[in-house]
């Protein structure tokens, strides 16, 4: 079975920083899709940036990037320029790609950032 | 375009009382997921339905716990007989097709407390 780990129960940035959220994933798939939700204090799940696992390129949505390792099954997100309102709970998830259960998200329990004005 | 619809949003029961929590999905979505998050868990799969049925419920407790999706009207899960462990966040996601492409979106949740 998939696993999704996010190390860092909680993390910090200052106002206009950088900050970079890990996550690492177990799996003998070679084909998935990786995603990071956002569920800000309204407890809404918010989709912040999805990537396939078959592209090389890493997705970039605005000032959220992802770094895509995937010989190393890691998935990091970076937030450039962080601002008040991204302070929220951030969920990595996996998708698997094929077979039956290629509907299935499975989450790591999750990364609280907070951002200082 | 609404997006995904779930009520209550929030719902307290005692235990042994039922709980029934609703789900309307995006307009033109017919595939609905059902996700249960535990406090300071991250979400987990319950069950995945199409309009009149079930998909796969593998993540779904046996007992107590159904979940349907009619032809009208919005998805339900129902919890007979909830215990304190039934304390939860309930997320309900949908998507128009069940395709590699698709995204779930997901709807605010109900928070169920049970006392």
């Known amino acids: 079975a998939q696993t999704v780990t996010q190390s860092q129960p909680e993390m910090s940035v200052q106002e206009a920083e950088t900050v970079t959220l890990s996550c690492t994933y177990d799996?003998?798939?070679?084909?998935?899709?990786l995603f990071w939700y956002k569920q800000p204090p309204s407890r809404q799940m918010i989709l912040v940036i999805r990537?396939?696992?078959?592209?090389?390129q890493n997705a970039t949505e605005n000032r959220f990037s992802v770094n895509f390792q995937k010989a190393a099954k890691s998935f990091s997100l970076k937030i450039s320029d962080s601002q008040l309102g991204d302070a929220a709970m951030y969920f990595c998830?996996?998708?698997?790609?094929?077979?039956?259960?290629?509907?299935?998200?499975?989450f790591g329990k999750g990364t609280l950032l907070t951002v200082n004005p | 375009n609404a997006g995904v619809m779930q009520n209550p949003r929030h719902l307290v029961r005692r235990r042994g009382q039922e709980a029934r929590l609703r789900c309307s999905p995006m307009?033109?979505?017919?595939?609905v997921y059902w996700y249960r998050q535990l406090p300071e868990e991250g979400l987990k799969f319950m069950v995945y339905?199409?309009?009149?049925?079930?998909?796969?419920e593998s993540g779904m407790p046996k007992e107590r716990f159904s979940a349907e999706f009619p032809k009208e009207g919005p998805s339900i899960l129902r919890i007979q007989q909830v215990v304190r462990g039934d304390s939860a966040a309930y997320f309900c996601?949908?998507?128009?097709?069940?395709?590699?492409?698709?995204?779930?979106?997901f709807g605010p949740g109900t928070r169920l407390l049970v006392l």
């Open positions: 996601a949908s998507s128009p097709r069940r395709g590699l492409q698709e995204t779930q979106y």
């Open positions: 998830a996996y998708r698997s790609g094929s077979g039956g259960s290629n509907y299935k998200l499975t």
């Open positions: 339905l199409q309009k009149e049925n079930i998909i796969d």
């Open positions: 990537q396939e696992a078959y592209k090389q």
């Open positions: 307009k033109g979505h017919s595939h």
């Open positions: 799996t003998s798939e070679s084909d998935y899709y």
